[in-house]
Nanobody, 114 residues
Framework: QVRLVESGGGLVQPGGSLRLSCGAS????????MGWHRQAPGKEREVVAE???????NYADAVKDRFTISRDNAKDTVYLQMNSLKPEDTAVYYC????????WGQGTQVTVSS
């Protein structure tokens, strides 16, 4: 089992920044990809960004050039730096990790509003 705990969500004004963190514990040996999904009210969950163990990244078009995903393998932690936030970025953000199965965090709320 892999346990994921997210932090860093909150309320921010449009144009602001937030940094999400997600720490993994438990059976963390050979965790491969880690990343973030998000789900806005009334919408389906969507991919935000993903990073491989070797550091290769992929981003959704909606967040390219604004969000940066990074990973500290020594700390088993993945980060999502979110800049130039827009109201449409408002969602619950879920961290995930892929090992033999996909594991999910509990989610952290991000609200972008003036």
């Amino acid at each position: 089992q892999v346990r994921l705990v997210e932090s860093g969500g909150g309320l921010v004004q449009p144009g602001g920044s937030l940094r999400l963190s997600c720490g993994a514990s438990g059976s963390i040996f050979r965790i491969n990809n880690m990343g973030w999904h998000r789900q806005a009210p009334g919408k389906e969950r969507e991919v935000v960004a993903e990073i491989s163990r070797g550091g290769m990244t992929n981003y959704a078009d909606a967040v390219k050039d604004r969000f940066t995903i990074s990973r500290d393998n020594a700390k088993d932690t993945v980060y999502l730096q979110m800049n130039s936030l827009k109201p449409e970025d408002t969602a619950v953000y879920y961290c995930y990790a892929v090992r033999s199965s996909t594991y999910w965090g509990q989610g952290t709320q991000v609200t972008v509003s003036s």
